[in-house]
């Protein structure tokens, strides 16, 4: 109650000192300077031509002095002859309006009004415009009543277990008392945990949705501000505000920003934060168990969260939301495309194999970068190819045609990109090819190679990954193989590469001379964001887990030498093709492996009917 009796102090000082200064500037600046003089010496001005003009009134005489333009006052006397006087000497005369309390009434009033306006009008800026100065600790949560937020169960999709989860949530807020009837009470907090673009905030307004109750969303850093205590203040208001509306449900997304775990900040000490966070723990443990609130969270880093907070008790759940499924992402496409014309040949259950390891936001981008396209192309529906377009625009960027290469340049890349695709394709662990491109795209990608895996997985054998890092390996090792030297083209390659023979040994026991050992490099979470990380094995450990890497990259190293080297007419005839077309699906690699003749550009183009005038293809913009 104090903060806010000085709240209210400080404003009206401020308006009583805005309002002193207003009226002492239009007295001295918007009123013209007057001189007071004599009847006797208005007379003689006026023999001598010194008076423009004059204002006879019934009690005074003003008016204006020839140069320097001053104006003067002086009081009338009965004086028969000064009409005829001032006409003789050119005296311009004018009679006197008697102006009305109303007239002089708004003069200041108006003025006064405007300026006070403004300055309200920035007070309400400063206050984050909800209310001004005086309501800058009310919660800014955006709040969706009685199934406002428009989304339900049906709009979700990939997520069956989360959803399977959530689901008794909506009853408990449905129907309380058949849990409470058997002694269950209502879980507080429900902390949905997965990566950026999984779908946390859709199930979280899918939840509010199904149950028909009031939404409080709002996300970390709306409790955050430059003035100590104003988080602290929010929370309050904001549990108190779900109080009057339950059963409600209370969602905070990036809870992270707000409860990072306490005591891992730089600077230290009760910040606001911390205040804040104390606040929320405090509201978490006060409010009855049976008053119908629940609290929503969503975080993609759980690890950092105060512990304080994920007891049971305050956060009881943890729902995993994972990336979905093949059969998952189809479900999220069909969804996405509710909106969308697709064509007959718009497949969307390759598109879902096409795209492993995509969260739901990556597939509706793909959908909508597919529309933008035929859009761009003047078509009328979404085929294949823009679906295809706007996959590898996901995966790889988007082509830069206007990044011309030099003939050698585009060589290496050719034979690196060849490399890639045809010891990928040999390897029975390593997934399939399904296009190779040495147009540019992205930042620095000169070309690509795009491989599909024939299902999810979720284990890996070593096969299956020294395959994979034989792969990543091939495209140097054609350089070397044909140009006797070596390019910069292959830094990320072998970055990957040597990534997953460290973790083939310090991680998942694939090495006989390190045996079952975990030698994982844990970081300090009292030193969240440094570089540094704690190192459990000793120096001799570490030379042997370099001797290890080494060996295992060099291994991958020769046997995609070998690989090559036995396939290098292969290589040559992909090379060719690459060469005159730019592009090769994998399919066609596929037939020059088992010794079919590859199909060359003109046979393509006679094969492959001419598309209608509106069907053609504008170009990219370079």
């Known amino acids: 109650m104090a903060m806010k009796v000085d709240k209210?102090?400080?404003?009206?000082?401020?308006?009583?000192?805005?309002?002193?200064?207003?009226?002492?500037?239009?007295?001295?600046?918007?009123?013209?300077?007057?001189?007071?003089i004599p009847?006797?010496?208005?007379?003689?001005?006026?023999?001598?031509?010194?008076?423009?003009?004059?204002?006879?009134?019934?009690?005074?005489?003003?008016?204006?002095?020839?140069?320097?333009?001053?104006?003067?006052?002086?009081?009338?006397?009965?004086?028969?002859?000064?009409?005829?006087?001032?006409?003789?000497?050119?005296?311009?005369?004018?009679?006197?309006?008697?102006?009305?309390?109303?007239?002089?009434?708004?003069?200041?009033?108006?003025?006064?009004?405007?300026?006070?306006?403004?300055?309200?009008?920035?007070?309400?800026?400063l206050g984050g415009g909800s209310g001004g100065l005086m309501s800058i600790g009310k919660s800014k949560a955006k709040v969706y009543m009685e199934k406002g937020t428009g989304i339900t169960f049906q709009d979700v999709a990939g997520i069956d277990e989360a959803k399977e989860e959530l689901q008794e949530v909506v009853e408990f807020l449905k129907t309380p008392g058949r849990f409470q009837a058997l002694g269950?009470?209502?879980?507080?907090?429900?902390?949905?945990?997965?990566?950026?673009?999984?779908?946390?905030?859709?199930l979280a307004k899918a939840v509010a949705g199904e149950a028909g109750v009031p939404f409080f969303s709002l996300t970390g850093s709306d409790f955050v501000?430059?003035?100590?205590g104003v988080g602290a203040a929010r929370v309050r208001d904001l549990f108190e505000q779900a109080k009057k509306h339950a059963p409600a449900i209370i969602f905070i997304d990036e809870l992270d920003a707000l409860g990072k775990a306490r005591g891992i900040s730089s600077i230290g000490g009760h910040d606001e934060?911390?205040?804040?966070?104390?606040?929320?723990?405090?509201?978490?443990?006060?409010?009855?168990?049976?008053?119908g609130i629940i609290l929503m969270g969503a975080t993609n880093r759980p690890e950092i969260l105060d512990p304080a907070l994920l007891?049971?008790?305050?956060?009881?759940?943890?729902?995993?939301?994972?990336?979905?499924?093949?059969?998952?992402?189809?479900?999220?496409?069909?969804?996405?495309?509710?909106?969308?014309?697709?064509?007959?040949?718009?497949?969307?259950?390759?598109?879902?194999?096409?795209?492993?390891g995509f969260a739901g936001a990556d597939l509706a981008n793909v959908i909508n970068e597919a529309a933008l396209l035929a859009a761009r192309r003047g078509k009328q529906e979404i085929t294949r190819d823009e679906l295809a377009e706007a996959v590898e625009r996901a995966v790889a960027g988007l082509q830069r045609k206007s990044r011309v290469l030099n003939?050698?340049?585009?060589?290496?890349?050719?034979?690196?990109?060849?490399?890639?695709?045809?010891?990928?394709?040999?390897?029975?662990?390593?997934?399939?090819?399904?296009?190779?491109?040495?147009?540019?795209?992205?930042?620095?990608?000169?070309?690509?190679?795009?491989n599909m895996p024939t299902e999810d997985r979720y284990l890996m054998t070593r096969e299956e990954l020294t395959d994979t890092a034989c792969a990543?390996?091939?495209?140097?090792?054609?350089?070397?193989?044909?140009?006797?030297?070596?390019?910069?083209?292959?830094?990320?390659?072998?970055?990957?590469?040597?990534?997953?023979?460290?973790?083939?040994?310090?991680?998942?026991?694939?090495?006989?001379?390190?045996?079952?050992?975990?030698?994982?490099?844990?970081?300090?979470?009292?030193?969240?964001?440094?570089?540094?990380?704690?190192?459990?094995?000793?120096?001799?450990?570490?030379?042997?887990?370099?001797?290890?890497?080494?060996?295992?990259?060099?291994?991958?190293?020769?046997?995609?030498?070998?690989?090559?080297?036995?396939?290098?007419?292969?290589?040559?005839?992909?090379?060719?093709?690459?060469?005159?077309?730019?592009?090769?699906?994998?399919?066609e690699l596929r037939r020059l492996l088992r010794g079919e003749e590859a199909q060359s550009a003109s046979q393509e183009e006679a094969l492959t009917p001419a598309p209608a005038p509106e069907d053609q293809l504008s170009p990219e913009p370079r």
Request: with cysteine; aromatic share 6%; glycine share 8%.
């Open 311 to 356: 007891r049971p008790g305050r956060f009881d759940r943890m729902v995993t939301v994972d990336r979905p499924d093949k059969k998952g992402r189809e479900a999220i496409l069909k969804i996405h495309s509710r909106g969308v014309k697709l064509s007959a040949d718009a497949d969307l259950r390759d598109l879902a194999s096409r795209t492993p």
């Open 472 to 587: 990543l390996l091939a495209g140097r090792a054609s350089e070397e193989i044909v140009f006797g030297e070596v390019s910069t083209g292959a830094a990320n390659d072998l970055q990957r590469a040597t990534q997953i023979a460290e973790n083939m040994v310090k991680e998942y026991g694939m090495s006989q001379a390190l045996g079952l050992v975990s030698h994982r490099e844990e970081r300090n979470p009292q030193f969240l964001g440094m570089p540094a990380a704690d190192r459990n094995y000793s120096e001799d450990t570490a030379r042997q887990i370099d001797i290890e890497v080494r060996q295992i990259i060099a291994g991958c190293y020769e046997r995609s030498k070998e690989l090559l080297h036995e396939h290098r007419q292969v290589l040559e005839e992909v090379v060719k093709v690459l060469w005159e077309k730019e592009t090769m699906e994998g399919e």
């Open 273 to 291: 934060r911390e205040q804040t966070l104390n606040q929320l723990l405090a509201e978490l443990d006060g409010f009855d168990t049976n008053a």
């Open 407 to 450: 003939e050698k340049e585009r060589r290496i890349v050719a034979y690196h990109e060849a490399g890639h695709a045809i010891v990928g394709e040999l390897l029975p662990h390593a997934n399939p090819v399904i296009k190779i491109s040495i147009i540019p795209r992205g930042v620095a990608a000169l070309g690509y190679t795009m």
């Open 39 to 125: 009847y006797s010496e208005f007379r003689k001005k006026v023999a001598e031509g010194k008076v423009a003009e004059c204002v006879i009134g019934s009690e005074t005489i003003s008016g204006k002095l020839r140069p320097p333009e001053s104006g003067f006052v002086t009081v009338r006397v009965e004086d028969a002859e000064l009409v005829e006087v001032l006409m003789a000497n050119g005296v311009e005369i004018n009679g006197a309006q008697e102006s009305t309390w109303l007239t002089t009434l708004l003069s200041w009033i108006l003025p006064a009004v405007f300026f006070v306006g403004i300055w309200m009008f920035m007070a309400r800026r």
């Open 8 to 36: 209210r102090t400080h404003l009206t000082i401020a308006y009583t000192i805005l309002t002193v200064l207003l009226f002492l500037f239009m007295h001295n600046y918007l009123g013209s300077p007057v001189d007071n």
């Open 225 to 228: 501000e430059m003035f100590v």
């Open 184 to 202: 269950g009470r209502i879980p507080r907090g429900v902390l949905l945990v997965g990566s950026p673009g999984t779908g946390k905030t859709l």
